[in-house]
């Protein structure tokens, strides 16, 4: 049986190694994390590695990793694997490195009435009680799950959600969500204009299309990076994101979503068969359609 503090830093280390690439975590790291002095770190350290949860790395870009039993012992998936995240969205924003391992649910007698337990990985110190957040969708059901925190365990990452709705993703296809009436820009004009045009048409961001090809997307968050820098000359071209993520027009909302969710991203170019542009598909148009809303 595990004390509080093992569970602790158990679930610090795999919250850590998570977004490390694979890479071993020292224990300067976790006692950062748990505000704890190093050396108790790595003496509980000998008692988790005796107990078959943390192997040690040895070497100057040594530390630790957790070991397979470790997930089993606090019941969570071991994500390395390629496991399909489950996304946590709090204001319509999804929370970084903060996914969903399990979700169990009490009786429903009314959907949407109901508590739920969401035994998370990553730090959940970020919700507050009262919090209003979206779980999902989860991978295999398309589950979507809205509600407010009322309970939080910071030992074992855990959220006690009142539920306001659970419904399942519509099978509907993006290019019945998308906008077909795409604002395009131009990539040799100003960060001005280019902040007019956005400004004007009340979204956040446009692809950058040259002979019918997107070569980039302007958001307002890249035309407000490049006013903080004192770039007001610079044009849209060499300011813009280059990261561009197409989705052909049959693709499945579930699937779209997934892509968003893999990639960082907050629109998708939807195309056709050829890669012409046909429209273009924003988060906040997909969790819409979830809720009803389109």
Not at 34 to 39: E, K, S, T, W
Not at 156 to 173: E, V
Not at 272 to 293: C, N, S, Y
């Amino acid at each position: 049986m595990l004390t509080s503090v093992q569970k602790e830093i158990l679930q610090s280390l795999i919250n850590l190694y998570r977004k490390s690439d694979g890479k071993s975590i020292k224990g300067e790291e976790i006692a950062g994390i748990m505000n704890r002095n190093p050396g108790t770190i790595r003496n509980q350290m000998q008692s988790l590695r005796s107990l078959g949860l943390v192997k040690g790395v040895p070497g100057p870009r040594g530390g630790y990793k957790p070991t397979i039993e470790a997930y089993h012992t606090l019941n969570i998936s071991d994500t390395s694997k390629g496991t399909t995240l489950v996304p946590i969205y709090k204001d319509g924003k999804q929370m970084k490195d903060l996914t969903v391992a399990k979700i169990e649910f009490t009786s429903i007698p009314h959907p949407g009435e109901c508590e739920a337990t969401i035994k998370a990985i990553g730090n959940i110190k970020r919700l507050d009680l009262g919090d209003t957040i979206r779980v999902g969708p989860t991978p295999v059901n398309k589950l979507v799950v809205d509600g407010v925190v009322v309970g939080r365990d910071d030992m074992d990452n855990i959220l006690l959600l009142d539920t306001t709705a659970i419904r399942s993703i519509p099978k509907k296809k993006v290019t019945e969500v998308a906008t077909h009436q795409i604002i395009k820009l131009d990539k040799d004009i100003g960060i001005r204009e280019a902040s007019q045009v956005l400004t004007d048409n009340e979204i956040e961001g446009a692809p950058v299309v040259v002979d019918n090809t997107v070569i980039g997307i302007l958001t307002l968050s890249d035309i407000t990076k490049a006013i903080a820098e004192d770039n007001l000359k610079l044009k849209v071209a060499e300011i813009m994101s280059k990261k561009i993520i197409t989705v052909e027009n049959d693709m499945m909302i579930a699937d779209a979503i997934e892509i968003m969710n893999k990639n960082h991203v907050g629109r998708l170019i939807v195309v056709d068969e050829d890669g012409t542009p046909q429209g273009i598909v924003t988060r906040t148009d997909l969790l819409d359609k979830i809720a009803g809303l389109k």
